[in-house]
């Protein structure tokens, strides 16, 4: 059987050259030196090729959470960020309804779904109408009871440049999420159009650097031009070392400005090549704000603390 991890003194240490950039000859971001010319140019519009960098937006949370907080009126709170943004991360319908057809940004199209957060195959706390709420029956993991959820005709319609595919490593549905991402990539990559596999993490899943590795490394295995998962507070430059593929980071839940500051900086400096957020932006107290001030932070290499103040000054004078 495969070594998944190491235990026994027996084996020999693992070796992830962490210290070792991957080589990208000719093109400067990790992996896709070798791919099609419009495949390069859509992930160039994703990330900005003088830093190798993304400051993605996410707000495709409706897809399965409905109207969450801070996403009950799209063009009131995401319009505003979207010059922030290098790319925007988003549903077909929400595109097509409140999306003005004039932006330049890169689009990463959500292609995966099939499930709502009030499946009644699984008792979890989630949010109905910005109140916590029991949901469901315990037992089962319907969310990750996902198949693809549009066409590559619809994504050259809509111009995606990168299509996002939900995978969940180690769950009921591992393989019918596989091959969802599979399926994605024969067909995107007729179309020069990237992939982005989006590492799902349930209840029973632990959120560690070793599951992490093994997820991220087989979604890049099987033809993921773009990884996303979560940051881990230990271990982080092991993910983005033996991942072939750039990784971007997750926000995850909503955090403090200065801890969600601060997890971007250091996915940053251990090798992660963009975050993709939501909440910790559209769920701030000051979301511009808060958009300049990540945005600073991965593209300026600005700290965590001078990304702190940068936020809290410009939240001062937006009041002003």
Not at 87 to 113: D, E, F, H, N, Y
Request: charged content about 20%; overall charge neutral.
């Amino acid at each position: 059987m495969a070594d998944i991890q190491t235990s026994s003194a027996d084996k020999k240490d693992k070796e992830y050259f962490t210290g070792t950039p991957q080589e990208a000859p000719g093109f400067f971001l990790k992996g896709a030196h070798q791919y099609d010319w419009g495949l390069k140019n859509r992930l160039s519009r994703v990330f900005n090729p003088k830093t190798g960098r993304t400051v993605m937006l996410a707000f495709d949370h409706g897809y399965f959470q409905g109207p969450t907080t801070g996403l009950e009126r799209v063009d009131q709170t995401i319009l505003p960020l979207e010059p922030y943004a290098d790319c925007l991360m988003l549903t077909r319908g929400i595109q097509r309804s409140v999306v003005p057809a004039s932006t330049t940004k890169a689009i990463a199209l959500r292609a995966s779904g099939g499930t709502s957060m009030v499946s009644p195959m699984e008792e979890w706390e989630g949010e109905i109408d910005g109140k916590k709420a029991k949901l469901g029956r315990p037992g089962f993991e319907p969310l990750s009871n996902e198949s693809t959820a549009l066409s590559i005709e619809e994504a050259i319609r809509l111009n995606a440049s990168v299509l996002a595919v939900q995978v969940f490593i180690g769950s009921a549905y591992e393989r019918q999420t596989l091959k969802n991402l599979t399926d994605l990539v024969d067909g995107a990559s007729r179309y020069g159009i990237g992939v982005m596999g989006v590492t799902a993490v349930g209840r029973a899943m632990a959120r560690t650097p070793q599951y992490f590795r093994l997820a991220t490394r087989i979604m890049a295995e099987l033809g993921a031009n773009v990884v996303k998962c979560y940051y881990t507070d230990t271990e982080f430059d092991t993910v983005t070392s033996c991942c072939p593929v750039p990784i971007v980071i997750a926000g995850g839940k909503k955090l403090p400005e200065l801890e969600a500051l601060e997890m971007c900086s250091n996915a940053i400096q251990q090798g992660a090549s963009g975050v993709d957020m939501g909440r910790n932006i559209f769920q701030s107290d000051a979301p511009i704000a808060m958009m300049q001030a990540v945005r600073a932070v991965v593209h300026e290499n600005l700290s965590a603390a001078a990304g702190y103040q940068m936020y809290q000054d410009l939240k001062a004078s937006l009041k002003a």
